[in-house]
């Protein structure tokens, strides 16, 4: 198990420092580093204030991977099945690498203490979800009462679901997978282990993507012949989506690493995007010369405060800095879109966040200032909330979609994501 506590500090000390989503390896392992790191930074808010209980003054910036350590053993001892004395000697071993004699000594007096205190600190798990980084993020656009729901509903659920989307027939997939349907296209599987080892998985008969990241195609209605633009299209759920209701796609992204993934995607799926570009998005739409698309997709590049159900990992490092950085870049290709979309077409803008910078004013803004769009609010019927009522309660005044993570908790909960539908006119 040590090279395992290893490769877990190496992967929180490596996404924290780069501020990355956490990506899990294959390996025999990856259960244990899965359920290690997830409950970590679930837990963080909490453990941080046990740890707090322990240390006489805050750890010097250059012990910050002994302050990671001390918060894996901590949400090893209070929260996993494993031996204490072999969790404790383990990371203490680790200490001893990572800094000098004090600091691993520190270690193995601290992890000692909450070995003996373990029924007791246990009481103080679940009183937390979000840091207070995190929630100076929050409070900026959610009262405390709405905080407060989607911390309740964070901290009683377990880890989120595997959702799929299902090419056809989703409620012969939910028997099949053992899963449940619950609306459109969209199934979830509460226990699924690797998504590779499903059956379908081979045959192309579906793909991961969360219900509420679906939403943006499906709001767009019946595409069956349109040509659809997908900007920001990697890894390509939505792509797939489009193919799937008949459009004929160009896919841009501006990573190609991520472009190649898009790629083996479509292809496990048999799907073929009729364009795959590898192009910064204000270029290609500045310099687009071709025929006008009849629909454009855009999930733009945003802060993803939305997604900490699934990557709880960016409560620790996502700040308000961050939004105001993705919000002007969102600015900045909203203000080119005109230029590739055709007279009466649709423009379906979204974003996995929570900010409404980056959603209801970032839409608001754009419409003061491009008069030649118009926003066409979303109905239930259109996001498939007759199948799945409690949807409804996600469109705002507005018509907009804001879904939230304490929203359908039957399910397992939704991730946070902004939907808004609007159509050019001269």
């Known amino acids: 198990m040590s090279e395992s506590r290893q490769t877990a500090l190496k992967i929180l000390a490596s996404a924290l420092k780069e501020k990355s989503l956490i990506r899990i390896p294959t390996r025999e392992d990856s259960a244990y580093l899965n359920m290690l790191l997830l409950s970590c930074l679930r837990q963080w808010a909490d453990t941080d204030s046990i740890l707090k209980q322990f240390l006489s003054k805050k750890l010097p910036p250059k012990a910050y991977n002994i302050e990671l350590i001390l918060h894996l053993a901590i949400t090893e001892i209070l929260s996993l099945n494993t031996p204490d ?14 800094s000098n004699k004090v600091l691993a000594g520190l270690t193995n007096a601290i992890l000692h203490k909450i070995s003996q205190d373990k029924n007791n600190l246990q009481t103080q798990l679940g009183q937390h979800y979000f840091t207070p980084n995190y929630l100076s993020i929050l409070k900026q656009d959610y009262s405390a009462k709405e905080i407060t729901q989607m911390e309740q509903a964070l901290i009683k659920s377990t880890e989120p679901p595997l959702c799929l989307s299902v ?3 989703p409620q012969l997939w939910a028997q099949k997978l053992g899963g449940e349907f619950i ?5 979830i599987i509460r226990k699924s282990g690797s998504p590779s080892k499903l059956e379908g998985y081979k045959e192309g008969a579906w793909w991961v993507q969360d219900f509420a990241a679906s939403l943006a195609v499906t709001a ?15 890894p390509g759920g939505k792509t797939a989506q489009l193919i799937n209701k008949g459009a004929k796609v160009t896919a841009l992204d501006i990573s190609k690493d991520r472009l190649e993934t898009l790629k083996e995607n479509l292809h496990r799926l048999h799907f073929e995007a009729e364009n795959i570009v590898c192009a910064d998005a204000i270029d290609y739409l500045q310099n687009y010369q071709g025929k006008k698309f009849d629909s454009i997709v855009i999930d733009a590049p945003c802060s993803a405060t939305g997604i900490f159900r699934r990557h709880p990992e960016i409560l620790l ?20 879109i005109a230029n590739a979309l055709k007279t009466g077409g649709t423009l379906v803008y979204c974003v996995c966040s929570l900010s409404k910078a980056e ?13 030649q769009f118009k926003l066409q609010p979303l109905t239930v019927s259109e996001i498939g909330a007759l199948q799945c009522p409690e949807l409804a309660s996600a469109i705002n005044k507005e018509g907009c979609l804001q879904t939230l993570s304490s929203m359908l908790p039957s399910y397992g909960g939704i991730d946070s994501f902004f939907i808004a539908k609007l159509q050019k006119v001269e």
Do not use: M, P
């Open 317 to 336: 490092y996502k700040t308000q800095e961050d939004i105001k950085k993705q919000a002007n870049l969102q600015k900045q290709i909203l203000a080119q």
């Open 183 to 187: 609306a459109n296209d969209s199934i």
């Open 85 to 98: 004395y072999a969790t404790i000697n383990e990371w203490v071993d680790i200490a001893k690498k990572e």
């Open 220 to 234: 767009l209605g019946d595409i069956k012949g349109q040509r659809v633009l997908d900007l920001c299209a990697a």
């Open 359 to 371: 959603g209801v004013a970032q839409i608001r803004n754009f419409l003061n200032h491009h008069h």
């Open 167 to 169: 090419k056809e027939n």
